[in-house]
């Protein structure tokens, strides 16, 4: 008895002692966040391998030799690898060359789609005019309109290109502009280009959430409304300029409605070039019958293809996360 | 010139004068959607209205008036299913991608050792969504599934020997008396797990932008002001980044909408078997009327809502 009465004694001085209570306090707290780790962890693992799942299958087979492909046993991890899949889909998809067409079209459209879509939406966020909210609606037009249903007007506009007849008064009849990347740039410039209301919407959005008085400060300091965009909304907006940036870089590499509706040459667009792989590696001089080992060819160049935008990806995250420093709003 | 130009301006009133220059920054998108947009959508109008034979790069309309549309809705057997299941679809998946997509981004901002690799993978169903990529895709996962040697068949009789039935855990969660609407509900977001991670990534990084242009020192406020984590949250984080849960929402429904059924139809319509355009764009639009309709909707429901600097 005696024995528990001191140990009760024991406990409520250990109670009083405020050392003690402030080290229980810290272990409670780091218990806590070490659980929330946990279950960060746990979450981030789990969802991630649904998505790396398929691209971890991609990668292994792209290794396999047609041994592996076809024994019974190989499940992931080959027991020949061979690089002869990346050669030979280096080789057919003529790779530097197609990439490097392949990102000036990409990048060069992209700057268009930021340029135009801020100034758009910068226009929408901070000004009255009329016919606004119509024009506004005309945007989540563009976003919402299944690009089917003006496929064929759209196809005829550029396959005649004469707009109000400038073409007929200078070089003497509609000219066609199929299997030309011109289209697309003239899209994008009238802020018409893949996804281009979206972008609107996204920095409109952005615009409208910056401060008013950022804006009046530099108007009072006698900034012009083109010097204040420039000089003091672009460089606050730049989070949202990395995001639209990464968007449309990704989306336009990856865009295949426009590169068939405007035909454009297999040799500017990638997709199109790996999606002709599975051909010619069926004839001569491959003549590869098997459709499983095609597969395997065609893995190999899906890697080959994603890898530059992976990697543009993590440098623009980099800044992607400066952005926030450059954000400042305030101080 | 230009000093002309600016001269005339100045007899502006102030207002008048920030209208001008607003239609000046808006003016390429309004050329280009008068241009490639409003055309393109007249002259579908008047496809749906009309019959179509073409004749090599020209063609030919004769007006019907309504027949298209009354074909469309009353006598073809799959279109007004295949509607109606896109919208429902999009109704349950654009919430559960909100909440989802708000959760990881902010969870993703959090600082922790990792954090760039977590973010490009989580990014990285944006980066595969060409169709090409889709179906390969689609193939080595039930590869990884089953196994290079195992069959789908094989496959379910392990599942059921073993004894794991999902129907077991939901009849468990029906006993304790979950209404079954709900419960519905959550078997249907869990089955859908793979669809809605690959489908928002997008909307994860735009809400992590949203997440850091929120000023530090608002936080900073919070803390010395003595706010809990949760009130900072509601307080702080959620009205910042709300009005990028109406751009988000716009996405996701427009998002959801082409990945549905209903853009393939109107592309098989077009370009498959029938090869109608008349009825290919009766389809489309009535399919964006109805996304315009729900979003409509939903924007106007979320947006009072909303928080706005000005």
Known sequence: MSYFAGKIVKLKALREDTRFQNEARRAVRSGRELLAAIFRLVLIVGISYVILGPMIGIVASSFFSNSDKLSPVVYLIPQNPTLQRYIRAYQLLDYWKVLGSMLVYVVTLTLIQIAVCSLVGYGFARFQFPLKKFLFACVIIVIVIPLHSIMLPLYMTFRQFDPLGLMTLFAGGPINLMTRTAPMYIMTIFGCGLRSGLYIYIFNQFFRGLPKEIEEAAFVDGAGTFYTFLRVMIPNAMPSIITVAIFSLVWQYNDIFYANLFNISNNVIISKKLNTLNLSLAGPPDQILDPGIRALYVYAGIILMILPMILIYVILQKRFIEGVERSGIVG | ?310
């Open chain 2, 1 to 310: 010139m230009i000093g002309q130009k600016t001269k005339k301006l100045t007899t502006f009133t102030l207002s008048r004068r920030r209208a001008f220059t607003g239609l000046l920054f808006v003016s390429p998108f309004i050329v280009g959607f008068v241009w490639f947009y409003l055309r393109g959508i007249i002259m579908s109008i008047q496809f749906s209205l009309s019959d179509m034979t073409t004749q090599g790069l020209g063609y030919s309309l004769e007006y019907v008036g309504l027949k298209n549309y009354r074909y469309a809705f009353f006598e073809h057997p799959g279109f007004r299913q295949t509607l109606t299941s896109s919208v429902v679809d999009m109704v349950i998946d654009v919430p559960l991608i909100i909440f989802f997509s708000l959760f990881i981004a902010i969870i993703l901002n959090q600082k922790f050792r990792g954090r760039t690799v977590a973010r490009a993978i989580f990014f990285l169903p944006v980066l595969l969504n060409s169709p090409l990529i889709n179906g390969v895709l689609t193939d080595v996962r039930n590869m990884m599934i089953g196994g290079v040697t195992a069959t789908p068949s094989t496959m379910t009789e392990e599942a059921t020997s073993v004894g794991i039935g999902v129907s077991y855990y939901v009849e468990l969660l029906g006993d304790i008396a979950l209404p079954n609407n709900i419960l519905g509900y959550i078997v249907d977001a869990v089955a859908r797990i793979n669809s809605i991670v690959t489908s928002s990534g997008v909307q994860i990084i735009i809400f992590l932008a949203a997440l850091q242009s929120i000023a530090p020192s608002l936080y900073e406020v919070a803390k010395i002001e003595g706010a809990t984590p949760y009130e900072t949250f509601w307080k702080i984080t959620f009205p910042m980044v709300s009005p990028l849960i109406v751009t988000n929402m716009v996405y996701t429904v427009v998002d959801s909408f082409q990945r549905s059924g209903v853009l393939d139809f109107v592309y098989t319509t077009m370009f498959g078997i029938d090869n109608s355009y008349q009825m290919g764009a009766v389809y489309s639009l009535v399919s964006m009327v109805a996304v315009c309709g729900i979003l409509l909707i939903a924007t106007t429901a979320v947006s009072k809502r909303t928080f706005y600097q000005n």
